[in-house]
């Protein structure tokens, strides 16, 4: 099944977020540890279209107890850098 992550991040957040990107670059490397396979993924970004404030993932996992694992497991997460997080199922129509 597909699955959406939707993450913002905090506030003043940018900083943070540029010194765990190697870690966390590195942990979307290979995710098959964690049964999650990333479709598409990338930095969502401010209105002028270069200052990254949160991060967007479309998933494949088996339920969402596994990707809320997935999640879990980011150093973005774990670095306290998104301040919303959702994750939802998501119906593939078109792409």
């Known amino acids: ?3 959406v992550i939707h993450a913002l991040d905090k506030p003043g957040a ?9 870690a966390h ?6 995710t098959s540890a964690l049964k ?6 990338g930095p969502l970004v401010a209105d002028e279209a ?3 404030i949160g991060s967007l993932f479309v998933v494949e996992a088996a339920d ?10 980011d150093p973005f997460r774990a ?7 959702a994750i939802t199922g998501f119906i593939r129509r078109q792409g």
């Open 1 to 3: 099944m597909l699955f």
């Open 14 to 22: 940018l900083g943070a977020r540029l010194a765990h990107y190697d």
């Open 25 to 30: 670059k590195a942990f979307l490397s290979d």
């Open 36 to 41: 999650v396979e990333i479709v598409m993924s």
């Open 50 to 52: 270069s200052t990254m």
């Open 64 to 73: 969402l107890a596994t990707v809320e694992r997935f999640n879990a497991a």
């Open 79 to 85: 670095a306290g850098i998104w301040e919303r997080i």
